[in-house]
């Protein structure tokens, strides 16, 4: 089959066309959409610096495209990506001039990375945006009847030498013209005015789209926030500020700490007196128990509109205990070097989330992973990588991009697992970032293994009504041996009956028992890693953590907990909260022949 060149103009050719059947066509034809959209890619930039470098001379097949150009990291690129930050404007990775960087999140290690960006770049995101809705719209009824309660930031930008803006996706996408002069769309009316949105001072933003919801409680339908962790601590705020909220609903009178003129402005014409509404959210968030607490105060909301897979995903208890366990659909899979596709049956259950990848957002390929085998890729002997439609059932990949922005067989980082198809289009569960491990000798463990670890000792603390709300850790290789350190941070429902300290230490145990057999091997055979450490911190510590994070430039939107942390003065504000040391009474279970 053919795909004629005018269906893949993205997005503008595929207006009016029903988003549905639109996915159907897109998904009947993977390889086709894939083999066009590459050649696109190629004819739009064959007269880019970069590709005339590895010698493409204006080809747009694969076979010529795989054979010449390498597959790359984010450090292969910077020289180049530093040039355009520094002011170069000729056309170095792509045709079309770069219209601004959109930075990496800013938790992980090193400083952010610079990921170049086109103007029409934005209409392929807002192309996706477009879609969630006619998905869930299948799933449930009525989402136009009311409105969303989505707590959105923006991060005050930032200019690279040569004038050219750096900011994260969604501050880029909030701050342009199709977000603030979007139709309306009576499944997208948000609680939160554009002006609270785009308040770069998160306390005003936070505490102006609080207020709203709070104002329009009973037409809310959906709650969220991008992350599960973002939604958390907009429940946090709401703890620490419903006094002075219930006081401007009473009053009508806006917080004087909230200084910016637009959103007086406009809280002026939506903030008026509410004795009756002040007296319901004192009476509800006076007392100790949180237990529902979104329904208590949003009692129509259908579902949390929030991501909980991969890293997220241990967040899932305490948001079934603020919400009595609502639905929590994740509805998109996008990233700031490339949005990839949607989630088709988004009420699934977070553990069965999987997401298809639409074919016409970029041409995607697939590098084989085995966590068993470490593949060095060389420009030498280049990597076999799969196409799209070309991926086996239950097999592991690291997904490799190609974008009209001049990213040409990027490593993304992102680790994902074949769960099925539709018609042609593979679908993926999001398995883990690469290389987020602890080590301490020959042992290697992974986000998602340690998260199944905390999960495993988790369930020793279910008799004392007690859970993990936030952890991170860090391989401490001052002691001899070395040992993993997990911070964990608690929410006691029932602070007379907390876990003993000889609980905690078997929450250790446990913990070690689920790692693999190369640190269980370490720990009792080879005596090359020490007893795993569990250290207690104080309730708000990693909302302190937050906002160091924030001070030092990360995003409130993209932020995520660092599961792995090595930096000084992170390390001094955990260790300066900590209230127990709790460490593995015994060594864990292994034998020669034990394999995991």
Sequence with gaps: MTVQSDSLSLPR????????????????????????????????????????????????????FKSKVPVVTYEDLRPDIERIANGDRSPILCAHPISEFLTSSGTSAGERKLMPTIDEDMDRRQFLYSMQMPVMNQFVSDLDKGKALHFLFVKAESKTPGGLL??????????????????????????????AILCPDSFQSMYTQMLCGLIMRHEVLRVGAVFASGLLRAIRFLQLNWDQLAQDIHTGTLNPKVTDPSIRECMSKILKPDPELATFIKNECSGENWERIIVRIWPNTKYLEVIV??????????????????????????????????????????????????????????LPHDDDSHVTLSRDSPPRLVDLADVELGKFYELIITTY????????????????FHNSDPQFRFVRRKNVLLSIDSDK???????????????????????????????????????????????????????????????????EESLNSVYRQG??????????????????????????????????????????????????????????????????????????
Aim: aromatic content about 12%.
């Design 13 to 64: 050719d595929q207006k009016g066309q029903d988003p549905l059947h639109l996915i159907e066509d897109l998904t009947m034809n993977t390889d086709a959409y894939q083999e066009e959209i590459l050649c696109k890619i190629l004819t739009q930039n064959a007269n880019s610096e970069y590709l005339k470098r590895f010698g493409l001379n204006a080809a747009t097949d694969r076979h010529t």
């Design 166 to 195: 750096a900011r994260p996706v969604l501050t880029s996408y909030y701050n342009s013209q199709q977000f603030k002069k979007r139709p309306f769309d009576p499944y997208n009316v948000l609680t939160s005015p554009n002006e």
């Design 309 to 366: 897979t991969g890293a997220m995903a241990q967040y899932i208890p305490t948001l079934d205990y603020y919400s009595g366990g609502l639905p929590k659909p994740c509805t998109m899979y996008a990233s700031s070097e490339c949005f990839f596709g949607l989630n088709l049956k988004p009420m699934s259950e977070p553990s069965d989330v999987s997401y298809t990848i639409l074919p016409n957002m970029g041409y995607f390929e697939f």
């Design 405 to 420: 922005s001049g990213l040409y067989r990027y490593r993304v980082g992102d680790i994902l697992q074949v769960t099925g």
């Design 445 to 511: 463990t992974d986000e998602a293994e340690l998260q199944k670890a905390i999960e495993n000792a988790s369930e020793l603390l279910k008799e004392f009504k007690t859970s993990v709300v936030e952890y991170t850790s860090f391989a401490d290789t001052k002691s001899i041996p070395g040992h993993y350190v997990i911070y964990w941070e608690l929410l006691m429902k029932d602070t007379s009956h907390s876990p003993t300290s000889d609980v905690l230490n078997q929450c250790c145990l446990v913990m």
């Design 523 to 596: 720990r009792v055979a080879d005596n090359s890693i020490g007893p795993l450490e569990i250290r207690v911190v104080e309730n708000g510590t990693f909302e302190e953590l937050m906002d160091y994070a924030i001070s030092r430039g990360a995003s409130i939107n993209q932020y995520k907990v660092p599961r792995c942390v090595n930096f000084a003065p992170i390390m001094e504000l955990l260790d300066s909260r900590v209230v127990s040391f709790h460490f593995s009474p015994a060594a864990p279970h292994w034998t020669p022949e034990r394999r995991s």
